[in-house]
Each structure stands twice: as structure tokens, then as C-alpha cells.
């Protein structure tokens, strides 16, 4: 054993020292982070590559890291003062690092650089990456959301002419306009079967929110006064209350387009599928589809039909005639990092990537429209006589050189995100019809208002001292090894004991030194963060108890959270337990082939997590879902046990995570999937039960319930305690399900305290509070745990010491 | 003749129990294979056919095309990642279960001075969430100069592998009887000959389960390689493969090919694992 024990340190030792950093660097290195999937991966580093080879002497590290985790890798590695030279920002992001310094202003740099010409780009998305009139990021695309993709054949069927983008929608369908009509087309291409069930619907919106957005926007309103540094917000302009009612009613009443639910439980992406499958005729969506649909409808093939794109509707006012067309849009460009070593190179490097060789390449794969106007109209773009037979779908591409000028980005503001999260949290039940515009706009934008108001006012706040917060931190360190060893002190001691006390630290002394090194700095530092307001970039500010105050007392949504995780615990953590026990019992029966049978129960734990949650999202799907397959049969009139005329008295199908009623106790069902570590830590306490006991119990006659009380339970009880323990620690920070399935929906019905934990550190930059609820969570953690370690005395250890 | 029909009715009884038993596993097999199952027949379809097909039907003609470009693609090396995978994995694993036995150890089987607040201070960095201490953890590793190595990612494991695993080991050792170590004492053991040569070998099913958590959690590590890994170079599996789950650009036949890729390797280990979960039993019954 020893010779073991030595043999594999050694051996870890030495691989350690071969991961130590060798690489010899080149004259300069760049950085290059951005957040593009596998086929944009490949272009750019074919880009780069070409970079490099005509700036010899400089190399690029091209990173990739996904939208959702991109900020709070950035962000992390900004505080550590570690940052990439160069990264992928985009609007709704520049500003919270342009205000803060973080990147370089490009206005000097462009005026360094003789033949730059920033007036060849779109005027919309390069003001839109301006602060205060400074330019800190270089575009290098603009993605409309304006663009109708439309089925040919099926227009053809329906003896409707193609559009050719002058359509106009209206909130009624006018037939005398033919498909000059959006709503008329819509109606038209919607098929029902015999039985009024809809086989294809007219249009889908690839979000549901993009189309309204569309609606409000084309009618000339706007959400915010100002999109830079807004303090009003016109939610309740009746523009934008009719837009979402509009809305709501295609899907729910007319049902010529696919309510939200319906989109969202369809797996593999959204309305591109549809589409796709010829379920739906038209639908909203961006550039960025075309790759997807070319692959899947390739000529020739037994699926393929015609297919185009054309402009979004515009929306023609009833008084005065006039036409305005307006639609939202997405957009992305390259910013250098103010800490970069080589602002020079940097800069050369962000002109290639935002500037004609990036551009075209990205162009040429039909990735993204070009930035630069003059691209956006060239050939690279807009199909030719030369472009390949492939790359042709789809021809009518010069409507996103108009699109593009007729765009709507989203507010800049960096708190945009957190405020109108609140009012678009209560929008949720006017698409699925349990509120009407009105009264749920009104609600939202109140609670979002007074947020606005706590996040506008501007505290003077003194700076963080941290002399005082380091002697704080020893303090409490200091405090907590005198509450675990004060008791000790007074005791008279053995030599024994002194004995066994300095050979427990010899034992201990790994985790001491590690807790030392490794946990408590970063703990402590957390804990006087706490009190302070910390945007990790700038330097903290002290503000006392301010933020355990307005957790407390003024957060609108932290008494939600507190509730939705406390019962999720409440219900998930038992019913876990008894499942896992009921799982590890049924494997630990004398049973040929049991290894096989214990591999495919743990399974779920081996499987990639973005498997099961496209599992669990189509399990869950009203129509078509294998839930509600079971339960009310394929055609949708069954009833298992009468629990589907108790779930759906109206004879709808239920809407698993779509309803603010199940989507929580769909987490919870979901929670039981993942019960394969509880099972086998009790699987392995089962097996630590020396058979005899048993037979010693048979032969005193017990029956099986009487076995498994005196004997099974009390042996498994430590691993039983340990389930409890650490299923209660990490259901109330359970964070993954709700991030991945729901993202807090609907209506904050399953928003769980993590989740709102989260969008504050990273999303908002509020570190301090985000520190704050953290030590709040901390709190009722470690209460819960105190509590459940009265039942300590009931657990049977057989070797206590 | 009647104890010949009682003995009959016995064994059917048995037989009976025995099949609804079997019953039982099949189906719980099929239930928990949905995801793998599910992966897999997504992995061998064209991506027009996953388009237009639901997600768990099975391909009209299966094709491995998916697994050769997840296989051949220059931008995600797969078996470059993979590597640098089972490397982290497996220290990780090794410190873990050395360093969290013998801090389980002490809190089991020693009794010092302060054990159970000792004990109560352990479990409570369980209970701080890690996203408020992310920053100051990097910003502690990119002082040591470990940014952009494996270091941050495996030293820790040495280091105690965690309050969970300790806490796990602590319960299953807790769970040796008294007496064994007691005997070994009377004959002069001391705690690190009780510790290596009693309850380390009686613990092999608790060992086992740890180890294969712990590995299968490294393997699974998404948020460490990602923070503190900046060359593609020295990517994991689960951050690599996340280049096909990348937001609204989601290639779903080439993704589901590398997580039947990725999980397969995990499948295995569990398998051969699990074995061990079973030998603790035949020791202990010993007594």
C-alpha cells in the first residue's frame, strides 16, 4: 500500500511538472476572443492565418467561447488582469466596457490610418457602437431579424404572388390588397386538417419578442426615450400594448402562427425547422439561417423546395398613408482591450478581422452580411453569374442591403438588459393568454420603473479601505479558528490526546493547507465585497449594509427566488431520497447481469448535459411530447387515472414548462432523473451489509418490511444522512436546469435564487450585491444543515470513534 | 405431499418475484437510456434528417459521416482534447482519493480536539456559491503564474478533493466497525498502519464511488478549463465540443456524435467501477 501511495505521487508529480509552461513566445502575440460557432470558426482561422502571413512577426491565438459564457470568462479575466488583446463585442455589450475604460477609444487610431474609411460602413451600426460620440468598437457585421424567408411552392399553392418586400401589415387582414397584405398572406397559407387542427401555419417568428418588436416598431414607437442613457420607459405607450395583444392573437385566437410554446418546445432550434419541414410557409429571422437551410434543402433532394427571402412588412398609417418599416437587429464587431501591450498591432489586427479580409471570407461562406456597405452589394454577397450552384439560395439577397438601413438596435444602456428582463419576465402570459397587454405592461413596467430609480441614484459612497477590510478578514479568521478550538482550551488534556491531536493535523494537514491557500482568501474576499458596490472592472466602493438592505427590503425579486428554491428543496430533496433508496434497493438484488442494468440506470448521469435537456424539452412538449403522450394518449383524449382531466380541465393540452403552474414541478420531475450519484453512494452502503445480519433476522423470522426497518435502514442510514445533507446544500443552489431549460420562466415561476444570483454578478455588474446574496445563501445553508444534524443521533454508525 | 406442493409454491412465488424484478430493470433500462439512445440515433443522421425527423426516431440511413468530421476537423482537435482530458481527469482523480481518504480519515476514526466544528467549518465551503469567488480564485492563480496550465485544475485535488468527498469517505468509514481497529491497536498498530493496512482496503466500494465521481466530475468540468485555459491547445473535451453548441449556430449531428464520443470513455469507467462498488462487502463480512 505504501509503495503504492509513494509511486503515485511520484507519478503526479511529474506530470504536474510537465504541464509547467515551455512554449517559447514569438515577437508578438495577440489574443483574439470571439464567440462564433464551428463553420464562422473555420473562416476565421483561415483569416487569421492570412493576417499573419502578411504581418509577418505577429502571431494570433484565436479563442472561442460561446455567447452564454463569454462575458463572465471576459470579465474574469479582465479583474485578473489577464485580458485578450482584441475580443468579439457587440451592442448591447460595448458599453458597459467602454464607460469603464476597458477599451480603446478607435476614433484616434482611424485618424492615424490614412486609407480607413469608416464612411464606407453602415451608418446605423457603427453610431450604435459610439459612447458619447467615441467609436470603441469596429463593426463587422450587421444581422437584420428583418427578413421574411418564404416557402415559393407553397405560395404557388395558395395562389398567392411572391412579395416583393412593398407588403404591409395590418391588424386585421385587408383581401383587397392581395399579398400586398402581410396578416391577408399570413391567413391564406394556414392549413387545418378536418378536425380544425392547424397542419401549416401561415408564419412563425423565430421569437416570438422579435416580431413584436417589429409591430412596435414599424408603428414608430419606441421602448426607451433614450437608447444611450434612457430613464423613461414607454411600455404602456398604446402602441406597444396593441403590438403585443396583436401578437398574442395570431397564436392564441387566429392560430396562424405558432404560439410561443409551440415554438419553443420544437428541439432542434425553432422556426428554421419548421420552415424546413414545410410546417409553417414563412418566417422572421436574420441572415443567419441560410447556411442551415442551403444544407438541409440541397437540390435534388427529395425535400427540397423553392425558397427566397424578402423584407419584413411594413406598417402603413390609417391617416396619413406614409409607409415605415423598421425591424430589430443584431450586430458584432471587434474592440481593443485598453491593458493590450501592442495597441498598434492590435489595431492592424481589427481592421483585417472588421475590415474587407474578414468580411469577404465570412461573405463568401454566407455566414454574415458585411459591415461595409460597399461588400454588402458586391458579389461575395449578392449571388452573380459566378456564384456556385450551392451557394444561389437565396437570390433575392440585395433586400438585406435595405434592411440593413432600416434597423432598430436595442438600447445601449448597459442596465437595459436588467430592467427590461423585469417587464419582458410579465409579458410571458400575454402569449400563452392569461393576461391581457394592458394590465401585465402596466404591472412590469412599474416594478421595472422603480428598479430603474434604485439603479439611476447615484450614491456617494467613500472608496473600499482595504487596511481595514485585511485586518476585518484576519478577524474573522482568526474568530472562527478560536470558535473551533476556544471549547478545547479550557479541557485538560492527555498525553494521549496531545498525543492523537498532532497525528490528526499529520492526517489533516491537506486539506488545512489547501482550505488555506486555495478557499479562504477567496472567501473572506467575497464576504467584505459584500459590503461593497463592485463592478469587478473599477475599484470598489464602500457601502455598508446597503446591500443586505436592499436584498432584504427592496429587491423586487429576491423574496421570489427565497420562495420557488425553498419549495423546489423542499419537495425535490425527499422525494430524491426516496427514489434513489427505491433505485439502489431494486439494484442491489441477486440478479444475472446486474453490472449491465447498474450501467444503464446511471446513464442519465453519464450523459452529456445538453442531451438531456433536449430529452427533457421534448418530453415536456404539449403536442407531441411523451408526457403528455402518456397521459392523454396519442390523440389527445385519453386520461390516465383521471390525472389528465384534473391537469387540463379545459381539455387543452398542458404546457409543461410553458405554464407557471407546472413549470416548477416539471424542474422537480426532472431533478429525479438526475438521481443516479445519490444511488450509488446508497448502493454502495448496501453493499457494505454483511449478508448474515439478514440471515440472523430471518432466522428470528422478519419479514421483509421488518428486514428492512431493523436492519436496511439503520445500516444505510450514514449514507442516507449524507444525500439528505448535500441534496439540501445543492438544491438551494441548484442553478443548471433552470438556466438551461426555463431561464427563469415563465413569469418568474421557476427564477431560482442562483439564477437571479447570477444575472446580478454578471449580467449586471453588481458583484458587491451579487456577494451579498451569496453570504445570505450562506446563512440559510448552513441553518438548514445545522437543523438537519439533530437527526445525526439517529444515524447508526457501526465504527463511531 | 403437501410440504412437495408448498416447496412448489415457493419456488413459483420466487420465480414470480424474479421476473416482475426483471421486469422492473428492463424498464428502468429503458427509461434511463433515453438521452444515450437518443444522442446516438442523432449522431448517425444527416443534418437534413434531423431537421425533419423527430429526435428520437431512428435514421432511415445510418451514417457515420458525423463522427468522421468530429474525428477529422482541424479547429476542434479531438484527440488532442482528449488528452488533455484524460490527463486532468485522471490526477484529479488520484489526488482526490488520496488526499480526501486521509483527511476522511482523521474525522472518522481520530479524536482530536475541535473535530466536530472543525468538522462543521469543513462543510460550510460547500455552501458558498462559486461564482462570488471565482474572480478572487483567479485572480490567486494568475499570481502563482497558473493561468493557462493544468495546474489550477489539478493541484487543488491534492489538496483535500473537496468537502464532499470528504464528507463521503467520512460516512463510509464511520461505517467499519469499532472492533477491527481496536484489534489492530491492541497489536501495536498505529493510526497510519490502521489507516493503510484496515480501513483503506475495507473501503473499496466507498474508494470506488469517489473515485469515479470525481473522475467522471473532471471529465465533465466545463467552467475551470474555460476560465483558466486560453490556448486551444490545451482545451478539454467539454470546452472544445462546445464550439458545436455555440448560440443559434447549434450543429446538432456533429454535437451529438461528440457527446456519444465524450461519454462513451465515462460509460466505461462506471462499467469496470463498478465492480469494486461489490468487493466491499465480502471483506466486511469477514468480522
Known amino acids: 500500500m505504501r509503495r503504492f501511495v509513494l509511486l503515485l505521487t511520484t507519478l503526479a508529480l511529474v506530470a504536474g511538472m510537465a504541464m509547467l509552461p515551455t512554449s517559447a513566445r514569438a515577437a508578438v502575440e495577440l489574443r483574439l476572443v470571439v464567440w462564433d460557432g464551428d463553420e464562422s470558426l473555420r473562416v476565421l482561422?483561415?483569416?487569421?492565418?492570412?493576417?499573419?502571413?502578411?504581418?509577418?512577426?505577429?502571431?494570433?491565438?484565436?479563442?472561442?467561447?460561446?455567447?452564454?459564457?463569454?462575458?463572465?470568462?471576459?470579465?474574469?479575466?479582465?479583474?485578473?488582469?489577464?485580458?485578450?488583446?482584441?475580443?468579439?463585442?457587440?451592442?448591447?455589450?460595448?458599453?458597459?466596457?467602454?464607460?469603464?475604460?476597458?477599451?480603446?477609444?478607435?476614433?484616434?487610431l482611424i485618424a492615424e490610418t490614412p486609407d480607413f474609411r469608416l464612411e464606407e460602413y453602415y451608418e446605423p451600426i457603427v453610431s450604435v457602437h459610439r459612447w458619447e460620440g467615441t467609436l470603441y468598437v469596429l463593426p463587422r457585421d450587421i444581422a437584420p431579424i428583418g427578413l421574411i424567408y418564404y416557402n415559393k411552392r407553397l405560395f404557388r399553392e395558395a395562389g398567392l404572388?411572391?412579395?416583393?418586400?412593398?407588403?404591409?401589415?395590418?391588424?386585421?387582414?385587408?383581401?383587397?390588397?392581395?399579398?400586398?397584405?402581410?396578416?391577408?398572406?399570413?391567413?391564406?397559407l394556414t392549413r387545418r386538417d378536418a378536425g380544425g387542427k392547424v397542419r401549416q401555419w401561415g408564419f412563425a417568428p423565430s421569437w416570438t419578442g422579435a416580431f413584436t418588436d417589429t409591430v412596435v416598431f414599424s408603428q414608430g414607437a419606441r421602448y426607451v426615450d433614450d437608447p444611450e442613457a434612457f430613464d423613461r420607459m414607454n411600455f404602456t405607450d398604446p402602441r406597444v400594448v396593441r403590438a403585443f395583444d396583436f401578437v398574442a392573437s395570431l397564436a392564441n385566437e387566429k392560430k396562424w402562427m405558432p404560439s410561443q410554446s409551440e415554438l419553443t418546445s420544437v428541439v432542434q432550434s425553432t422556426a428554421v425547422d419548421l420552415f424546413i419541414s414545410q410546417r409553417v410557409a414563412m418566417y422572421q429571422c436574420g441572415i443567419w439561417d441560410v447556411p442551415k437551410i442551403r444544407k438541409a434543402l440541397q437540390p435534388g433532394s427529395p425535400d427540397f423546395f423553392e425558397w427566397d427571402i424578402t423584407l419584413a412588412p411594413g406598417y402603413k398609417d390609417p391617416v396619413t398613408g406614409t409607409v415605415s418599416r423598421a425591424a430589430p437587429t443584431g450586430g458584432s464587431g471587434y474592440g481593443v482591450l485598453a491593458s493590450t501591450r501592442y495597441p498598434k498591432e492590435a489595431w492592424l489586427l481589427t481592421q483585417w478581422m472588421a475590415g474587407e479580409p474578414g468580411m469577404r471570407a465570412m461573405a463568401k461562406a454566407g455566414i454574415a452580411q458585411p459591415a461595409i456597405k460597399r461588400l454588402a452589394q458586391g458579389e461575395d454577397w449578392i449571388p452573380g453569374p459566378n456564384t456556385p450552384l450551392e451557394q444561389r439560395y437565396p437570390a433575392n439577397r440585395i433586400v438585406t442591403d435595405v434592411a440593413a438601413q432600416q434597423v432598430v438596435f436595442p438600447?445601449?444602456?448597459?442596465?437595459?438588459?436588467?430592467?427590461?428582463?423585469?417587464?419582458?419576465?410579465?409579458?410571458?402570459?400575454?402569449?400563452?393568454g392569461t393576461a391581457t397587454a394592458e394590465e401585465a405592461l402596466t404591472e412590469g413596467q412599474r416594478i421595472a420603473s422603480t428598479r430603474l430609480e434604485t439603479i439611476l441614484k447615484e450614491e456617494a459612497l467613500p472608496p473600499f479601505d482595504w487596511r481595514i477590510g485585511g485586518v476585518a478578514g484576519f478577524a474573522l479568521l482568526a474568530a472562527t479558528i478560536a470558535w473551533v478550538y476556544g471549547p478545547e482550551l479550557r479541557k485538560k488534556r492527555s498525553s494521549a490526546q496531545r498525543l492523537e491531536n498532532r497525528l490528526s493535523l499529520l492526517f489533516l494537514s491537506p486539506w488545512i493547507l489547501g482550505t488555506l491557500f486555495f478557499a479562504v482568501g477567496p472567501m473572506i474576499f467575497s464576504l467584505l465585497m459584500s459590503f461593497s458596490k463592485w463592478d469587478i472592472i473599477q475599484a470598489a466602493d464602500y457601502r455598508g449594509l446597503g446591500n443586505y438592505n436592499e436584498a432584504l427590503f427592496q429587491d423586487p425579486r429576491f423574496w421570489t427566488t427565497v420562495k420557488v428554491t425553498g419549495v423546489y428543496t423542499l419537495v425535490s430533496v425527499p422525494l430524491g431520497m426516496v427514489f434513489a433508496l427505491a433505485l439502489a434497493l431494486l439494484l442491489n438484488t441477486k440478479v444475472r447481469g446486474m453490472p449491465i442494468y447498474r450501467t444503464f440506470f446511471y446513464l442519465p448521469a453519464l450523459a452529456s448535459a445538453v442531451a438531456s435537456a433536449l430529452i427533457w424539452r421534448k418530453i415536456f412538449q404539449p403536442e407531441g411530447g411523451l408526457l403528455n403522450a402518456a397521459l392523454f394518449g396519442s390523440d389527445g383524449r385519453g386520461d390516465l387515472f383521471g390525472v389528465a382531466s384534473w391537469l387540463a380541465p379545459g381539455g387543452e393540452l398542458p404546457n409543461w414548462l410553458g405554464d407557471e403552474r407546472l413549470a416548477l414541478p416539471s424542474l422537480i420531475i426532472m431533478s429525479l432523473w438526475g438521481v443516479g450519484g445519490s444511488m450509488v453512494i446508497l448502493l454502495a452502503g448496501l453493499q457494505g451489509i454483511p449478508d448474515y445480519y439478514y440471515e440472523a433476522a430471518t432466522l428470528d423470522g422478519a419479514g421483509i418490511w421488518s428486514k428492512f426497518r431493523v436492519v436496511t435502514l439503520p445500516l444505510v442510514s450514514p449514507s442516507l444522512f449524507f444525500t439528505l445533507i448535500t441534496g439540501v446544500i445543492g438544491s438551494l443552489q441548484v442553478f443548471t436546469q433552470a438556466f438551461v431549460m426555463t431561464q427563469g420562466g415563465p413569469n418568474d415561476s421557476t427564477r431560482f435564487y442562483m439564477l437571479h444570483l447570477y444575472d446580478q454578478s454578471f449580467g449586471s455588474l453588481r458583484m458587491g450585491y451579487a456577494s451579498a446574496l451569496a453570504w445570505l445563501l450562506f446563512v440559510a445553508v448552513f441553518v438548514a444543515t445545522r437543523l438537519q444534524w439533530r437527526l445525526n443521533k439517529y444515524v447508526y454508525y457501526e465504527g463511531a470513534a | 405431499m403437501s410440504a412437495r406442493r408448498d416447496a412448489m409454491r415457493t419456488r413459483l412465488a420466487l420465480s414470480f418475484g424474479k421476473v416482475t424484478l426483471i421486469m422492473l430493470l428492463a424498464l428502468g433500462c429503458l427509461v434511463f437510456a433515453m438521452p444515450v439512445y437518443t444522442s446516438f440515433a442523432m449522431s448517425l443522421k444527416t443534418p437534413s434528417e434531423l431537421a425533419t425527423t423527430a429526435a428520437w426516431s431512428w435514421p432511415k440511413q445510418p451514417t457515420w459521416a458525423n463522427y468522421e468530421e468530429v474525428l477529422s476537423n482541424p479547429s476542434v482537435n479531438f484527440f488532442r482534447l482528449f488528452w488533455n482530458t484524460v490527463t486532468i481527469s485522471t490526477l484529479g482523480t488520484i489526488g482526490t482519493v488520496l488526499s480526501a481518504s486521509l483527511v476522511a480519515y482523521a474525522f472518522a476514526k481520530m479524536n482530536f480536539s475541535g473535530r466536530d466544528r472543525l468538522f462543521a467549518v469543513l462543510l460550510s465551503t460547500m455552501m458558498l456559491p462559486a461564482i462570488v469567488t471565482m474572480i478572487p480564485t483567479y485572480i490567486l492563480f494568475k499570481e502563482l503564474h497558473w493561468v493557462n496550465t493544468m495546474l489550477p485544475l489539478t493541484v487543488p485535488a491534492f489538496f483535500g478533493g473537496g468537502a464532499f468527498n470528504i464528507f463521503l469517505l467520512r460516512q463510509f468509514f464511520m461505517g467499519i466497525p469499532k472492533e477491527l481497529d481496536e484489534a489492530a491497536k491492541i497489536e501495536g498498530a498505529g493510526h497510519w498502519t490502521i489507516y493503510s493496512r484496515v480501513v483503506m482496503p475495507l473501503s473499496g466500494s466507498a474508494l470506488a464511488t469517489v473515485g469515479v465521481f470525481c473522475f467522471i466530475y473532471n471529465w465533465r468540468d466545463f467552467m475551470g478549463p474555460l476560465i483558466y485555459l486560453n490556448d486551444p491547445q490545451l482545451q478539454t473535451l467539454e470546452t472544445g465540443l462546445a464550439t458545436y453548441n455555440s448560440l443559434r449556430a447549434e450543429q446538432w449531428h456533429l454535437l451529438m456524435a461528440g457527446s456519444i464520443l465524450v461519454t462513451i470513455p465515462l460509460i466505461v469507467i462506471f462499467f469496470l467501477g463498478q465492480r469494486y462498488f461489490v468487493k466491499g462487502i465480502s471483506m466486511t463480512g469477514l468480522k
Open chain 1, 45 to 108: 482561422q483561415q483569416v487569421t492565418r492570412d493576417f499573419e502571413r502578411a504581418h509577418p512577426g505577429i502571431k494570433v491565438r484565436l479563442e472561442n467561447v460561446d455567447y452564454r459564457y463569454f462575458f463572465q470568462r471576459l470579465l474574469t479575466q479582465i479583474a485578473g488582469n489577464s485580458a485578450p488583446d482584441v475580443a468579439m463585442l457587440d451592442p448591447q455589450n460595448m458599453q458597459m466596457f467602454a464607460k469603464r475604460g476597458t477599451l480603446l477609444p478607435l476614433d484616434p
Open chain 1, 161 to 188: 404572388a411572391e412579395p416583393d418586400g412593398s407588403w404591409t401589415w395590418d391588424f386585421e387582414p385587408r383581401p383587397e390588397l392581395g399579398s400586398r397584405c402581410f396578416t391577408h398572406v399570413m391567413s391564406r
Open chain 1, 411 to 432: 438600447p445601449t444602456a448597459d442596465y437595459w438588459m436588467e430592467v427590461s428582463g423585469l417587464v419582458f419576465s410579465k409579458t410571458e402570459p400575454i402569449y400563452l
